[in-house]
């Protein structure tokens, strides 16, 4: 194998025992085929072996779980249904309550200004709700229904589509928590015909 020799010459510094700051190359030998030899090929500092930098194998350790980390994962396990079910309950009052809230405000704004006739209006109807009251004595029943009949008829004379729509509203629901009973009535019925007409096993 044939060498070059290391620096720009083979001169000697102009004085002797300092430093060399000059500049130098790298020159790599190669192996001459043939007879002829090639030429030197030039390598840089950082592609040397002395100057490469160790590859690092990183591995991410995970840390352990410590007791109170567990208690909260246990606590989160446990309050999970219960979470589930108040999101629930919270899904379908939120509609409710946004329209009683909705309702109360559509009150408030009418009540700020209201019609001329509205407070005359008002207690007569109230009047007829107090009537009611006082002549249903001795019963319940006749506590609920007179004053809320009393109520209601005197209503609609002054508020007629108003009360049409509501007495439409509340038939629909009468209606159909009529016809909820009727099939609930009769699958209660059909089961206990079935009940009898089983033959008894003998022994």
């Known amino acids: 194998m044939a060498f070059r020799g290391i620096g720009q010459g083979d001169s000697q510094p102009a004085m002797p025992g300092a430093p060399r700051l000059q500049p130098f190359a790298v ?67 939120k509609p409710k309550v946004q329209n009683v809230v909705q309702f109360g405000n559509d009150t408030y704004g009418y009540l700020q200004n209201p019609p001329k006739d509205f407070y005359p209006r008002a207690g007569i109807i109230g009047f007829a709700g107090v009537l009611g009251l006082f002549l249903a004595r001795g019963s319940r029943v006749k506590k609920l229904l007179y004053p809320a009949g009393f109520v ?31 099939a609930s009535v009769e699958k209660i019925l059909k089961s206990q015909s079935k009940d009898r007409n089983k033959p008894e096993n003998k022994p």
């Open 27 to 93: 020159f790599a030998a190669e192996p001459a085929g043939d007879g002829e030899q090639k030429a030197a090929t030039s390598l840089n500092l950082d592609e040397l072996s002395v100057y490469a930098a160790p590859q690092q194998n990183l591995r991410h350790a995970e840390l352990e779980a410590g007791q109170v980390e567990e208690r909260v994962a246990t606590l989160r396990k446990l309050a999970e249904p219960y979470t589930s079910w108040c999101q629930g309950a919270y899904g379908q009052i």
């Open 152 to 182: 209601a008829v005197a209503a609609s004379l002054y508020y007629p589509e108003q009360a049409a729509a509501v007495a439409k509203s509340t038939g629909d629901s009468v209606y159909e928590f009529a016809v909820q009973g009727y």
